[in-house]
């Protein structure tokens, strides 16, 4: 089979959205130049859509034009290394899909334990969350509570108050393994994500949790996040 009708073959058989490299295809074929030239011809005749330099997708035909690969096939390359897990979306990357806002952004934001400056790729702007505990996929959705509830401030189109509500929600329906795991994973959070996270706690009742977070805080340090109108336990975690 020639390289072009192996490409070919090859590409259709991949799912809608799909971004992928000339390296997907040398490791059968062995011949990168050919493949390049392939696979830049099948982007001019429109089979496939161009990302950005040496990326490309299969694109999805609406009525209303192409559709863009989702967030997570666009950065994939830069949350997996040699098929590991190394990083994960968060920030204005998930707070839509937590119901903490009905904006959507432009910036993907990446969690990582070894970050890097952020960057354009098309029309994103790629940028990074320092990670400090381990990155397993079981534990993502438990870092992506973390980072909203450390930057809650920061969360566009809502209120700090807002945001603790919704928050206050989706932790309460999280099974007392995940809450534990959610806590122990916050010993790694800056002070004031793990005053937010307990007297979140403190509210849903689960007492013991929050007594673990409340040991590791400076008794003086105070917390300007203005959720008292729906925390009840403020002043006891410095809370303003």
Do not use: H
């Not at 070919?8 to 295809?25: A, E, H, M, Q």
């Not at 074929?29 to 005749?45: H, T």
């Not at 809502?158 to 534990?180: F, G, N, Q």
């Not at 009742?205 to 409340?214: C, K, Q, R």
């Amino acid at each position: 089979m020639k390289t072009s009708e192996y490409i070919s073959f090859t590409v259709d058989r991949l799912p809608k959205g799909y971004v992928f490299t000339y390296s997907d295809f040398v490791t059968e074929v062995n011949k990168k130049e050919a493949v390049i030239k392939a696979l830049n011809r099948m982007a001019e005749s429109g089979k496939i859509a161009k990302l950005a330099k040496g990326k490309y997708y299969k694109p999805e035909n609406t009525p209303f034009g192409k559709l863009e690969p989702n967030q997570a096939q666009i950065v994939k390359d830069l949350m997996e290394s040699d098929g590991k897990l190394t990083g994960y979306l968060t920030g204005y990357s998930v707070y839509n899909q937590l119901g903490l806002t009905t904006q959507l952004s432009n910036t993907i934001q990446i969690g990582k334990n070894e970050i890097r400056s952020a960057f354009q790729r098309e029309r994103y702007m790629i940028s990074f969350i320092k990670q400090k505990n381990t990155i397993t996929k079981e534990n993502i959705p438990l870092l992506q509570l973390l980072d909203a509830i450390r930057y809650i401030k920061k969360i566009p189109d809502s209120k700090p108050e807002l945001s603790c509500k919704r928050l206050l929600v989706i932790i309460k329906a999280l099974s007392d393994k995940d809450k534990s795991t959610m806590v122990r994973l916050a010993l790694k959070y800056p002070p004031a994500t793990k005053a937010l996270l307990g007297a979140m706690l403190d509210e849903l009742n689960e007492n013991t949790l929050a007594d673990a977070l409340y040991k590791t805080l400076n008794p003086v340090t105070k917390y300007r996040l203005s959720v008292d109108k729906v925390l009840t336990q403020t002043e006891k975690w410095n809370i303003i």
